[in-house]
């Protein structure tokens, strides 16, 4: 069963995630990227999320987003 919330030491959501294989590099490239930032992945995703998807949710498909599986 999932917790009712998400596990927030002081003031952040502490999550973890697994990259495909196929997408390491640009993992690689974008961590190096947000260090010279001083911004974190989890930072990046959610101001992503924002700029690109959200107020559309209900219309997002991986399915189109996907470059091969």
Do not use: W
């Not at 196929?22 to 974008?30: N, P, S, T, V």
């Amino acid at each position: 069963m999932m917790p009712i919330k998400a596990y927030k030491p002081k003031s952040n959501i502490t999550t973890s995630c697994s990259i495909p294989q196929y997408l390491e590099d640009d993992y690689f490239r974008m961590k190096k990227m947000l260090k010279s930032a001083g911004m974190g992945v989890g930072e990046y995703n959610i101001l992503c999320f924002n700029e690109l998807h959200k107020g559309y949710e209900d219309d997002f498909s991986a399915n189109r987003m996907r470059l091969s599986k």
